[in-house]
């Protein structure tokens, strides 16, 4: 089964930028589709469709965010390092949340299926993003 490791999270400011990290081990990387969720802390991890953030397929040539970030949030992967990252700029308040990595090596490039929580088999644990004004 895959297992995927979160990092990067951290205590920012309103404005900041910063860049999360998912590490992704246990079987090959190459043809899983990848992706962020993000619940508010204290809440059960139980992803919807509103918890959506950002997704890529399992080559890298389509991407899909949720509105809230789009222009301020970008997904990337790196094959060679196993990882799949986003980067964060102009953090407000209102991105305070538990960023969770997800993965699914059968999913295609359409947003229904990138985008949906029940779509993903691995889950990683999460990494907080607290933004203070």
């Known amino acids: 089964q895959v297992q995927l490791v979160e990092s990067g999270g951290r205590m920012a400011q309103a404005g900041d930028s910063l860049r999360l990290s998912c590490t992704v081990s246990?079987?090959?990387?190459?043809?899983?589709?990848l992706g962020w969720f993000r619940q508010a802390p204290g809440k059960e991890r139980d992803f919807r469709k509103s918890d959506f953030v950002a997704a890529i397929n399992w080559n890298g040539e389509t991407t899909y965010y949720a509105d809230a970030v789009k222009g301020r949030f970008t997904v990337s992967r790196d094959n060679a390092k196993r990882t799949v990252s986003l980067q964060v700029t102009s953090l407000k308040p209102g991105d305070t949340a538990v960023y969770c990595c997800?993965?699914?090596?059968?999913?295609?490039?359409?947003?229904?299926?990138?985008?949906?929580?029940?779509?993903?088999?691995?889950w990683g644990r999460g990494t907080q993003i607290t933004v203070s004004s």
């Open positions: 246990g079987r090959t990387f190459t043809n899983l589709a």
């Open positions: 997800v993965a699914d090596k059968y999913l295609g490039s359409s947003f229904g299926q990138l985008g949906s929580a029940y779509m993903y088999k691995s």
